[in-house]
T-cell receptor
Framework: KNEVEQSPQNLTAQEGEFITINCSYS?????LHWLQQHPGGGIVSLFM???GKKKHGRLIATINIQEKHSSLHITASHPRDSAVYIC???????????FGQGTRLTINP | NAGVTQTPKFRILKIGQSMTLQCTQD?????MYWYRQDPGMGLKLIYY???????DKGEVPNGYNVSRSTTEDFPLRLELAAPSQTSVYFC????????????FGQGTRLTVV
């Protein structure tokens, strides 16, 4: 079993829908990142969370330390949101960066 | 511009050749990472460093070496390149002590023939 599990692995939705991607982890962590990778291959960091909730535009990320769970939400989804979304946890102790397998999101017009 | 600079962007190596992928960050981040991404696959951690002078193995360290003599630089060395090392390589840095996001290099597409 992977230390960081994401669901779903693939998600297709219509433009405007509310999107949720989940990430569960089984190890102690000091922080968790949500990343976005577009088909061109570049990786962009969306959020770094150690507790609570963060919001940036249409993106919201939450983390529940007790339940070892994080979610990434996209409101009013748009075709340009189509990408692979990856959660990555910084293990504690040790500080090793452990990746989920990614969620491939496709938003259709 | 602040960020992670990774070079080269593309490289073709012959089997048995060696090369160094360079990674530099100017944000004074303590954590730096190297990982690889095979076609259609997820990211796998090769090596990481939590500060100058400290390096540790990730999931797939065989065939690679790293050093972290300064906070800014974290080069990845490939010795005796093999076709199995054909991949896209990414360098990243972050600093959890300052609640900062992770920054990624643009990637190096390496082909070993």
């Amino acid at each position: 079993k992977n230390e960081v599990e994401q669901s779903p692995q693939n998600l297709t939705a219509q433009e405007g829908e509310f999107i949720t991607i989940n990430c569960s982890y089984s190890v102690g962590i000091s922080a968790l990142h949500w990343l976005q990778q577009h088909p061109g291959g570049g990786i962009v960091s969306l959020f770094m969370l150690s507790s609570g909730k963060k919001k940036h535009g249409r993106l919201i990320a939450t983390i529940n330390i007790q339940e070892k769970h994080s979610s990434l939400h996209i409101t009013a989804s748009h075709p340009r949101d189509s990408a692979v979304y990856i959660c990555a946890a910084i293990r504690s102790p040790g500080e090793k960066l452990v990746f989920g397998q990614g969620t491939r999101l496709t938003i259709n017009p | 511009n602040a960020g992670v600079t990774q070079t080269p962007k593309f490289r073709i190596l012959k089997i048995g050749q060696s090369m160094t992928l360079q990674c530099t960050q100017d944000m004074n981040h303590n954590y730096m990472y190297w990982y690889r991404q095979d076609p259609g696959m997820g990211l796998k951690l090769i090596y990481y460093s939590v500060g100058a002078g400290i390096t540790d193995k990730g999931e797939v360290p065989n065939g690679y070496n790293v050093s972290r003599s300064t906070t800014e630089d974290f080069p990845l060395r490939l010795e005796l390149a093999a076709p199995s090392q054909t991949s896209v390589y990414f360098c990243a840095s972050t600093d959890t002590s300052r609640d900062t996001e992770a920054f990624f290099g643009q990637g190096t597409r390496l082909t070993v023939v």
